[in-house]
């Protein structure tokens, strides 16, 4: 505790008094998740600068006290801004959230850790720059950095090669910058991550070798046309044959984007708030919850839907589009989307409005249109209401904090090979595991590409029922483990799983931990995750 507080004093002359928080009052926040853990995390440290954060790990050496780094705190389902272990101060890097470089030409931005999907977004639109991000759905304030370091999933494709000539402060105080970013001068940092020699940017990717202060991350253009088609499965029983259809249609080019596949209970805590506001705003204002749940009935949707995203040049869209139509129709209903269908029918919905079946279209129509826009580049907040809707809160009218709130989620997030066989087998392995722990598992199946399948699979519960909490970790440790047992590792685990991927006898992980060894021998930077001790 000694050597804590002469951190904690120098860590003050560094930043400041007001950028070191202590008073437990001031870290609760940080502290409260919608995972339901407990840690203890001693200080919270907000710098401001490259500089700033080589000073916070050059004390936390000198007095052995090590240091969890969060870019804008978004790990919701995985641990939020928690540490691994007690004891760890959290740096929180939001307030280094400029955007140092835009590259219209070659395509990316240079961001800090701070910059969120949402505020990069804004940047293009404002400056007119003819780009986009492959944005995720884990709304507006999630870290660009942060997501990507984790390996999140983006609307377009994964997100992991995407970073480029990473700025990185090591657990040793050195600063090293990937690619050909040490070489002065360079002009091809963001336009050939490998650089010369080992590439490098892979370490830091779900590493605790070092705390990465800024990086180039690459952007799309915006080009061709744009449709998006929902198809809604018929019977539970075709999931296999969806699967596949799905995969042959990527695997010949039809589609090149991601394809998320979602099943009911997904659709219905995913929708549900959003109509329930549509319906508020028509003044509706009694038993809304009833109301919402009837009209999403009435639409009948799919044991399972799929959002697909079709891209190309004009002459080619509706081939695309007549192609991925006669596939899926013998055991899927199917609508297309694009902004002149978009705007057309709501204009007619809205004439018709009068008419009780017309509204209840234009009330899907309109919770529809922000998810649509992600298929489009355009973040949203939308998604993040489903957090609320399982627990019966009203989601805020603008920032989304779900962590302070009774709201509860847990993750599992396998990799499985693209098969309609593995889907089908493991969804109902899934079902039986979640209803016997008193759950309904809310699941997306994402195609990355044309031979990978990565499942979000998400308990909603609330925090408030501690013995829903309870049956919830339960549950995720068991489908964890399913899923490991199957062959089905997962890509990515919240902070109280690290045990259940880390063996101590592979020769893996041993190997990380030598490479830890060199770059951060006190282990101060967020020691226990994906590491050894």
């Known amino acids: 505790m000694t050597s804590l507080s002469e951190a904690i004093e120098s860590w003050k002359k560094i930043l400041g008094e007001q950028y070191v928080l202590t008073d437990p009052s001031k870290i609760a926040p940080y502290h409260n998740n919608v995972s339901a853990l407990t840690r203890k995390a001693p200080a919270v440290l907000r710098p401001n600068s490259t500089q700033q954060v080589r000073d916070i790990v050059r004390v936390a050496n000198q007095f052995k006290t090590p240091l969890y780094p969060v870019g804008c705190g978004k790990n919701l389902g995985l641990g939020s801004q928690l540490p691994v272990r007690d004891g760890t101060s959290i740096v929180d890097l939001s307030r280094m959230n400029r955007i140092l470089e835009v590259n219209a030409e070659q395509h990316y931005a240079v961001v800090e850790p701070g910059v969120s999907q949402g505020q990069l977004y804004d940047h293009l639109l404002n400056n007119q720059i003819p780009l986009r991000l492959n944005v995720t759905g884990c709304g507006r304030e999630a870290s660009v950095i942060g997501n990507v370091l984790e390996r999140g999933i983006g609307y377009f494709s994964t997100r992991a090669d995407s970073l480029s000539g990473m700025e990185v402060v090591l657990g040793n105080g050195e600063i090293i910058r990937t690619g050909f970013g040490h070489y002065p001068n360079c002009k091809t940092v963001h336009t050939y991550r490998y650089g010369i020699g080992p590439d490098l940017n892979g370490l830091f990717s779900q590493g605790n070798f070092g705390i990465v202060t800024s990086a180039g991350v690459d952007l799309m253009p915006k080009k061709g046309t744009h449709m998006t088609i929902i198809a809604s499965l018929r019977r539970e029983e075709d999931l296999s044959k969806f699967i596949d259809t799905l995969a042959d249609l990527r695997r010949s080019g039809v589609i090149q984007a991601v394809v998320h596949v979602g099943n009911k209970h997904r659709t219905e805590i995913t929708l549900a708030p959003l109509v329930c506001a549509e319906l508020e705003k028509n003044g509706i204002n009694t038993d809304l919850r009833r109301k919402t749940l009837e009209l999403l009935a009435s639409e009948n949707f799919g044991p399972w839907s799929a959002i697909i995203g079709l891209f190309g040049p004009r002459r080619q869209m509706s081939a695309l589009r007549r192609e991925t139509w006669q596939r899926l129709r013998p055991f899927a209903r199917i609508v297309f989307l694009n902004d002149t269908l978009l705007n057309i029918a709501s204009q007619l919905l809205d004439l018709a409005a009068f008419i009780p079946f017309f509204s209840r279209k234009r009330t899907i129509l309109n919770a529809v249109k922000p998810l649509y826009g992600l298929s489009k580049g355009i973040p949203t907040d939308a998604a993040m209401n489903s957090l609320y809707w399982p627990v019966g809160e009203r989601p805020p009218d603008k920032k989304f904090d779900a962590d302070q709130?009774?709201?509860?989620?847990?993750?599992?997030?396998?990799?499985?090979?693209?098969?309609?066989?593995?889907?089908?087998?493991?969804?109902?392995?899934?079902?039986?595991?979640?209803?016997?722990?008193?759950?309904?598992?809310?699941?997306?199946?994402?195609?990355?590409?044309?031979?990978?399948?990565?499942?979000?699979?998400?308990?909603?519960?609330?925090?408030?029922?501690?013995?829903?909490?309870?049956?919830?970790?339960?549950?995720?440790?068991?489908?964890?483990?399913?899923?490991?047992?199957?062959?089905?590792?997962?890509?990515?685990?919240?902070?109280?799983?690290?045990?259940?991927?880390?063996?101590?006898?592979?020769?893996?992980?041993?190997?990380?931990?030598?490479?830890?060894?060199?770059?951060?021998?006190?282990?101060?930077?967020?020691?226990?995750?994906?590491?050894?001790?």
């Not at 519960?461 to 590792?489: K, V």
């Open 405 to 533: 709130t009774p709201c509860g989620m847990l993750y599992c997030l396998p990799m499985m090979p693209l098969s309609g066989k593995v889907a089908k087998e493991t969804m109902d392995a899934t079902d039986r595991i979640s209803a016997k722990h008193g759950f309904n598992h809310c699941t997306t199946l994402n195609m990355l590409d044309h031979k990978t399948l990565e499942a979000v699979i998400s308990l909603p519960f609330d925090r408030r029922n501690s013995g829903q909490t309870q049956a919830a970790h339960r549950c995720l440790d068991e489908t964890l483990r399913y899923y490991i047992d199957a062959g089905y590792p997962p890509y990515r685990v919240g902070i109280q799983s690290m045990s259940a991927v880390i063996d101590e006898k592979d020769s893996f992980w041993q190997t990380v931990r030598s490479l830890k060894n060199a770059m951060d021998p006190n282990h101060i930077i967020a020691p226990g995750r994906y590491n050894l001790a």
